[in-house]
């Protein structure tokens, strides 16, 4: 005998209002923690000035053709940091490079020697707006006023059109800098949002309930 069945086990009903109640709460403490559309417009000021920056700059001579959001932001998922002490928020970026990017960073070392130059690029437009930067395995952060961080992660365009979302797919260095891996943040965003379209179908509560009621 399972020691478990000496204590009585009681199924709660879940009624119409206080379903209702949970979901007010719910939506209470997600609008605490997401952005304002204010702070969103800041945000996309921000890196998107950034981007420009990135496309014009003479170390990747017109390689890099778009740098964009992926993750929480991309899926519309960003909440604050946990740390209350932490201000701004944290976002991921791709900056995204056409296919002949493979021609110059392809080879022994291309890894690594792409990453050194949005490092030297980044760092640039740090010391000139005043920003902090980080440099990691495979990204480089900065750090705005405000406190938001964006990684800013080089991915190649390598489409691969047997796969889903193919034509979005990319290559990114791995974090010993020798070579590259798969990546596809933008056609994993999209079925983010084509999965998110279906419409779920939800048992009557009280049925759902009354199925378990014969195991308490």
């Known amino acids: 005998?399972?020691?478990?069945?000496?204590?009585?086990?009681?199924?709660?009903?879940?009624?119409?209002?206080?379903s209702?109640?949970?979901?007010?709460?719910?939506?209470?403490?997600?609008?605490?923690?997401?952005?304002?559309?204010t702070e969103l417009q800041e945000l996309e000021r921000a890196y998107n000035a950034t981007g420009e920056y990135l496309i014009?700059?003479?170390?990747?001579?017109?390689?890099?053709e778009q740098v964009h959001a992926q993750g929480s932001r991309q899926m519309g998922t960003i909440v604050r940091p946990m740390d209350a002490n932490r201000e701004?928020?944290?976002i991921d970026l791709v900056v995204r490079l056409s296919k002949a990017a493979l021609v110059r960073y392809g080879g022994p070392g291309?890894?690594?020697?792409?990453?050194?130059?949005?490092?030297?690029?980044?760092?640039?437009?740090?010391?000139?707006?005043?920003?902090?930067?980080?440099?990691?395995?495979?990204?480089?952060?900065?750090?705005?006023s405000g406190g938001m961080r964006a990684d800013f992660a080089p991915v190649i365009d390598d489409p691969l059109h047997v796969l889903p979302y193919g034509k979005h797919h990319g290559r990114i260095?791995?974090?010993?800098?020798?070579?590259?891996?798969?990546?596809?943040?933008?056609?994993?965003?999209l079925g983010f949002?084509?999965?998110?379209?279906?419409?779920?179908?939800?048992?009557?509560?009280?049925a759902l309930t009354a199925d378990f009621a014969g195991y308490s």
């Open 1 to 18: 005998m399972n020691r478990l069945d000496h204590f009585p086990r009681t199924i709660r009903k879940v009624t119409a209002s206080a």
């Open 20 to 37: 209702a109640r949970f979901t007010y709460l719910a939506e209470a403490i997600g609008r605490t923690i997401e952005p304002t559309a």
């Open 56 to 64: 014009d700059c003479a170390e990747f001579n017109g390689l890099v």
């Open 88 to 90: 701004g928020f944290d």
């Open 110 to 144: 291309g890894a690594a020697l792409l990453l050194e130059h949005l490092y030297v690029v980044l760092k640039r437009y740090a010391e000139r707006h005043g920003l902090g930067i980080e440099r990691w395995d495979r990204c480089v952060t900065l750090v705005y």
């Open 173 to 189: 260095p791995d974090r010993e800098l020798r070579n590259y891996l798969s990546t596809n943040p933008k056609g994993y965003c």
């Open 193 to 206: 949002d084509a999965a998110a379209e279906v419409s779920p179908v939800f048992r009557l509560t009280e």
